[in-house]
DNA sequence: ACACAATGGATGACGTGTCAACTTCCCGAT
DNA sequence: ATCGGGAAGTTGACACGTCATCCATTGTGT
């Protein structure tokens, strides 16, 4: 059905130049927070998450979905963030299998200290480079893949007919 | 300089939304290839780069400038190919420091097995969703970014897929 | 010929991400 | 009330990627 010869050269080095960016923006993302703020990405996003919602804290569970992280994923980074105190774990009296996780106030600072130059990387790489038409186009093709990858509410019918 | 209050809302939208794509994407990408052919994407990239080369084989330091990868990320990559017989090291005559990294009939096996899946997989996700409009600006948008980020590496890509 | 920098590669330590297995707890059906 | 399935998290094993460091070899200038 679907052939390789049925997509032209020209395409491929549309997708292979998109997979290279892909990974060069993340890494230069990665190093700017790394010498700016002493941060990696996944610290940075969960410290951010926990920053802007109610009470500086969200369950575990809450956390994961809003970032589309798995939750041993979202355990993992935790324990290790915790160790190094920019978070912290909190019992969760509504749901004895729950837990919050809660901004410390050394990750407070943290994440405050990385916005400016992080927002200003972000800007640099991304929204200086890019026309509002480029990003109204963007936006379209993200939503295209992102269902494509994901058809929503279809998820178990799919599985179980795989 | 650069504020926040200087990117609207809207525009972070399609950063977040940009970056779970990105994410998603590869997931799904990853998946597949270990499904349809036990493979993970770094040893399909290493295996399909040696595949395309001469011989099919390619010394380490080649390798890892075809593909953009940092040379101890390439060794450990092989020793981990090597450990499963995908590919294997052999001394280089030339230069006494180097090493060919050559493709066994087994990692051969198995990157001709991938092929049919993974490109299906590519184009389900990627090109059958994209129009051709969206392919051009996304063409465009992935090399203003790359020349933001690191000018050289964008020549190099220029050069090659010219 | 020789000292010295640069190159090619290996290695160990560490943080990251996934999968599968496990525990504990909640909740709805009976 | 209780039983069984599903949800919330943890854990261990393993692959991946980076950084710093190390070693052998090669190339260069004098």
Redesign the pocket.
């Known amino acids: 059905m679907s052939e390789v010869s049925e997509v032209p050269q020209a395409d491929w080095e549309v997708w292979k130049n998109f997979m290279v960016m892909r ?1 060069q923006l993340e ?1 230069a993302l ?2 700017q927070l ?1 010498s700016d703020a002493s941060l ?4 940075h996003e969960i410290l951010l998450t926990l920053f802007r919602s109610k009470d500086k804290q969200l ?6 979905e809003t970032i589309a ?13 915790e ?2 105190g920019l978070v912290k ?1 909190v019992e ?1 009296g ?7 996780v809660t901004l410390t106030p050394e990750g407070s600072r943290a994440v405050l200290g990385a916005m400016r130059d992080h927002t200003r990387t972000i800007r640099k790489y991304f929204f200086d480079v890019l026309s509002a038409d480029e990003l109204a186009t963007l936006k379209r093709i993200t939503g295209n893949v992102l269902d494509a990858i994901d058809p929503p509410a279809c998820d178990e019918l799919d599985e179980k007919s795989a």
């Open positions: 990974r890494r990665e190093r790394q990696s990405m996944p610290e369950r575990a569970r809450d956390l994961g992280w798995e939750k041993s994923r979202v355990s993992h980074q935790v324990s290790r963030m160790q190094r774990r969760c509504d749901d004895a299998r729950g837990v919050w």
